[in-house]
């Protein structure tokens, strides 16, 4: 089954620093999506992608979080200056269709830790 | 309130029990989703619905509309099948609002 990539899987980095998440969606889909889980509570929602551009955000997702599809294959989300809060596990989702009424095809995940 | 609410929190069966897992929402919703997290944290999707019941081998999920209630069955449960599974639903947008999962531990 096709699936959808993210990489790295653990990142590290200190507090302040820019980092920059990345995954491959599933090839023929055309909605993209970040979630995070923080230790211990529950998936919350991020953003949505579509025809290049954010289709829907969350209060979360505020001026220090940004995504790009740079390259027609590959989906980023760029946290511009990481706070200790910030540390979390960071899931790439795609759809073939508008998530809520599709399914969704979640990556593995990206834990992030902010020290 | 929590918009999307499960129970139980926590789920120990031995092998072979018929699994329940219940799922309530305070608002209407245009469908709902079922999930399974496994202890390494990847999420799958196992169904969704918005208006009856789905089956897909030994998991058969349940959505009553009228109740705001949905539930996740698990016939002859294993222990493979432990993980957490999360509800989630979607009120219209693109966004899905997450429920704080059911830990399922099956015994052998």
């Known amino acids: 089954e096709p699936e959808v990539t993210q990489t790295p899987s653990h990142q590290v980095t200190q507090m302040g620093q820019e980092v920059i998440l990345r995954c491959v969606p599933i090839?023929?889909?055309?909605?993209f999506y970040w979630y995070r889980q923080i230790l211990g509570q529950k998936v919350e929602f991020l953003v949505s992608?579509?025809?290049?551009?954010?289709?829907?955000k969350s209060e979360i997702f505020d001026d220090q979080f940004s995504v790009e599809r740079p390259d027609g294959s590959n989906f980023t989300l760029k946290i511009r200056s990481t706070k200790l809060e910030d540390s979390a596990m960071y899931f790439c989702?795609?759809?073939?269709?508008?998530?809520?009424?599709?399914?969704?095809?979640f990556g593995s995940g990206t834990q992030l830790s902010v020290l | 309130k929590n918009e999307v609410e499960q129970s139980p929190q926590n789920l120990t069966a031995q092998e072979g029990e018929f699994i329940t897992i219940n799922c309530s929402y305070s608002?209407?919703?245009?469908?709902l989703h079922w999930l399974q997290q496994h202890p390494g944290g990847g999420i799958v999707s196992l169904f969704m619905?918005?208006?009856g019941k789905k089956k897909h081998g030994r998991l058969i999920a349940t959505i009553n509309i009228q109740e705001k209630h949905s539930s996740l069955h698990i016939t002859a449960s294993h222990p493979r099948d432990s993980a957490v599974y999360i509800c989630?639903?979607?009120?219209?947008?693109?966004?899905?609002?997450f429920g704080k999962g059911t830990k399922l531990t099956v015994n052998p």
């Open positions: 989702a795609s759809s073939a269709n508008r998530g809520g009424h599709e399914k969704l095809f």
């Open positions: 090839s023929n889909h055309l909605y």
């Open positions: 619905l918005s208006s």
């Open positions: 992608f579509y025809n290049n551009e954010i289709s829907e």
């Open positions: 989630a639903v979607s009120r219209g947008s693109e966004k899905l609002v």
């Open positions: 608002v209407g919703i245009s469908a």
